[in-house]
Nanobody, 125 residues
Framework: VHLVESGGGSVRSGGSLRLSCRVS????????MGWFRQAPGKEREGVAA???????AYADSVKGRFTISQDDTSNTLYLHMNSLKPEDTAMYYC????????????????????WGRGTQVTVSS
C-alpha cells in the first residue's frame, strides 16, 4: 500500500487549499481513510475521515471549513480546506485502513495502519 500526499503550501489566513492523497495497492471493499495533522510540539490529531459507505467524520475545529471527499476512479482522497486559520498550520498526513466501523470512520490515528509521508500546510496571519 502506497499513499502520497500533495497540495500543501503557504497561504494567508482566510485562504483555501486542496490536499490530495493518491492511493495505490489498496483494494479493500470495506475501508476507512482519513486526514491527520501534526503541528510542531503537538500530538497528531484527526482532522477528517471517510469510509467505504461515504460516511464522514470531522474534528470540531474544522467542521464547516474542511470537506473530505474521494474519487474512486482515480483512487484519490481529497481534503478541501477553506477559511484557513494560522492554527491550521501543520504537516498533514493521509491514512488508510481496511476496516469498517458501524459508528462511522474513526479520527483516532491508532486505528490506521497505512500512512503517507505528509504535506506541509502553513497559514500566515
Amino acid at each position: 500500500v502506497h499513499l502520497v500526499e500533495s497540495g500543501g503550501g503557504s497561504v494567508r489566513s482566510g485562504g483555501s487549499l486542496r490536499l490530495s492523497c493518491r492511493v495505490s495497492g489498496f483494494t479493500y471493499i470495506n475501508y476507512c481513510m482519513g486526514w491527520f495533522r501534526q503541528a510542531p510540539g503537538k500530538e497528531r490529531e484527526g482532522v477528517a475521515a471517510i469510509d467505504s459507505d461515504g460516511t464522514t467524520a470531522y474534528a470540531d475545529s474544522v467542521k464547516g471549513r474542511f470537506t473530505i471527499s474521494q474519487d474512486d476512479t482515480s483512487n484519490t482522497l481529497y481534503l478541501h480546506m477553506n477559511s484557513l486559520k494560522p492554527e491550521d498550520t501543520a504537516m498533514y498526513y493521509c491514512a488508510a485502513e481496511n476496516a469498517y466501523y458501524v459508528g462511522g470512520p474513526p479520527l483516532d490515528d491508532y486505528e490506521y495502519n497505512y500512512w503517507g509521508r505528509g504535506t506541509q500546510v502553513t497559514v500566515s496571519s
